[in-house]
């Protein structure tokens, strides 16, 4: 009989949102009258902006004709796009990353968990505690970790703290680490972070010869200019990390589905032989057998992210978004809960009240509210006790929340 990927095993049985979705159906089965409003998942609610839209339009139309139809596209991504992107997101901001380090795909989620195919299984890795739990589950699927703890700790992972008392920036471990994940602004807590703290992490980077696998998702969220948007403007960051970015929560493309992710050609590891590497040719390698490409369609409608229109509707979307985030801030700081976050960032931290375990506040937050967040246990063991709030929903859906919240919980 075939063998299965036993570390598969390791894992809790569900990933956290299918998770959370579950115990919602099953409350909205028993209780069809209720209006349920899910700040859960960080899942947009907007229309895409007009000037993608049109793009796509044209792009379906170029596909109805010989001339301008296209087949498979360049696993990388087209040129055009990748071009824009460089001028656009990188060089506007001093970053050195041309198109060729630049490669599109189907999201920061999926690329997030793929990168690791490039990577040796011997690797100490380091995850911030409370995490994107892909980063975690990834690893655990690659059979990078061993058994997980009665804490839900995973052997094998560094795990390194975050909570207010660092400002949700977690220290630089005392050990050798040669991967780190860094996501900010953060998810789950939002928590942003400065150059200076960045350059911290560049620099033992560079020192140890690890790489930084740097998820900038919610950059387009960041409105402090003096916070940078790219790990590369940071001085050195070339030679020792990874970017992953996204159109999903920028531009409204959660189902359209449009990423990229920067490996700079400067960046090396090392072979078993001992002889350094170039990373990109190895995730060039990667892509090229493993993926065909984002749609033509979806691309030319990346593409207008990157026109004066779509420039200005997309910001005005993630203002909206952030407004949002401030409403909620404001509101449950009013309710009396203790907030983080939802500053240049769509993600509010809340500490549970009454010491409730995260799952407890999710349970009684559905059960008197309709209100659906995330639990921050489900984030990792130090997300014990804390719950996460989205800002991706309509105004009226929000203010709506609040009101319940308000009314509910108010001390
Ligand atoms: C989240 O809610 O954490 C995000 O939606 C996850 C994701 O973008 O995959």
């Known amino acids: 009989m075939a063998t299965i990927n036993d570390s598969y095993l390791k894992l809790k049985a569900g990933y956290l949102f299918p998770e959370i979705a579950r115990r919602v159906n099953a409350f909205a089965q028993a209780n069809p009258d209720a209006s349920i409003i899910k ?4 899942d947009v609610t907007e229309p895409l902006p007009e000037a993608c839209r049109t793009a796509m339009i044209k792009a379906v139309e170029d596909m109805g004709d010989r001339s301008s139809f296209k087949g498979y596209g360049p696993e990388q991504g087209y040129s055009w796009l990748r071009e824009k992107i460089a001028t656009q997101d990188f060089q506007a901001r001093g970053c050195e990353i041309e198109p060729g380090e630049i490669f599109i795909s189907d999201g920061s989620k999926c690329d997030t968990g793929n990168i690791l195919d490039i990577f040796g299984s011997n690797n100490t890795i380091a995850v ?3 995490v994107y739990p892909v980063y975690v589950d990834t690893n655990v699927m690659a059979g990078n970790t061993g058994p997980v703890n009665d804490a839900g700790e995973f052997e094998g992972l560094v795990y390194l703290p975050i909570s207010a008392a660092n400002n949700f920036t977690a220290a630089i471990p005392s050990q050798k680490v040669d991967l780190i994940y860094l996501c900010f602004p953060n998810n789950p807590t ?3 972070a400065s150059k200076d703290y960045l350059k911290t992490w560049v620099d033992y980077a560079n020192s140890h010869g690890s790489i930084i696998l740097f998820d900038a998702a919610y950059e387009a969220f960041i409105t402090d200019p003096d916070l940078p948007h790219s790990i590369y403007e940071i001085e050195g960051a070339k030679n020792c990390a990874i970017e992953f970015r996204s159109f999903s929560k920028n531009a409204g493309f959660t189902g359209t589905r449009c990423a990229l992710t920067v490996v700079p050609k400067t960046l090396t590891g090392k072979a078993a032989d001992g ?6 040719k190895l995730w060039n390698r990667r892509q090229s057998t493993k993926f065909n490409g984002v749609s033509y369609i979806v691309q030319r409608g990346a593409e207008a992210v990157y026109s004066e229109a779509g420039q200005a509707q997309v910001k005005a979307l993630v203002s909206f978004y952030l407004e949002n985030a401030t409403i909620i801030r404001e509101q449950l700081t009013k309710a009396g809960l203790t907030v983080y976050g939802g500053i240049n960032a769509p993600y509010i931290w809340l500490k549970t009240p009454n010491e409730l375990s995260s799952w407890d506040f999710f349970d009684k937050l559905l059960q008197t509210t ?6 921050g246990s489900g984030f990792g063991a130090a997300g014990e006790g804390y719950f996460r709030i989205s800002a991706f929903n309509s105004r009226d859906n929000v203010n709506e929340a609040m009101k319940r919240i308000l009314e509910k919980f108010k001390v």
């Open 128 to 130: 911030t505690d409370p």
């Open 39 to 42: 700040l859960g998942i960080g």
């Open 275 to 280: 002889s350094d590497v170039e990373l990109w």
């Open 190 to 192: 939002g928590a942003t």
């Open 370 to 375: 309709n209100i659906v967040g995330t639990p």
